[in-house]
């Protein structure tokens, strides 16, 4: 998405409006973005880090996606584990037992004493989110900050 235009001016009748919604609209959805990116790099780390490691492929296989709702603007964060395809795509094993990890199945329970790996973890990373969102959204009052903090180009990737 391009930086709109920054004001529209209308003069009508000796009366001169401007208005900066657009562009105001814009830093906030960027700014949201870029916060759920480092959002999205702390709690890579952190699952990372409460994987239970036998071979590795499971921390390998840990990905987050900041994604957008068609015909919606309001950016969201995925974190999770990669399906078949993504983990073929990035050259890796496909850890397909992570369903069974993180919710456990009919003959055994979740890692973590029946709590998995990845809820707890973010549920834990509960205050460092509201920091890193804090942050990024306080910069709003100071437009060159904003900026400064939003890089349209970069993608959410791997550790």
Do not use: C
């Amino acid at each position: 998405m391009a930086v709109p235009k920054s004001v529209v001016r209308i003069n009508k009748d000796g009366v001169h409006m401007e208005s900066n919604v657009e562009r105001t609209a814009y830093t906030i959805t960027e700014l949201s973005r870029a916060a759920l990116r480092d959002v999205a790099r702390l709690l890579r780390r952190r699952i990372k880090e409460a994987a239970p490691v036998d071979t590795g492929n499971l921390r390998r296989n840990v990905g987050s996606w900041v994604r957008s709702t068609k015909g919606n603007e309001v950016p969201f964060l995925q974190v999770g584990v990669y399906d078949k395809e993504r983990a073929h795509k990035k050259g890796l094993q496909h850890a397909f037992y992570a369903p069974y990890l993180e919710l456990g199945s009919s003959r055994q329970d979740a890692v973590n004493h029946g709590q998995g790996f990845i809820r707890p973890t973010v549920m834990s990373s509960v205050d460092d989110i509201r920091r890193i969102q804090g942050q990024y959204l306080s910069a709003i009052e100071e437009e060159n900050k904003a900026l400064g903090l939003i890089d349209e180009d970069e993608e959410v990737a791997d550790d």
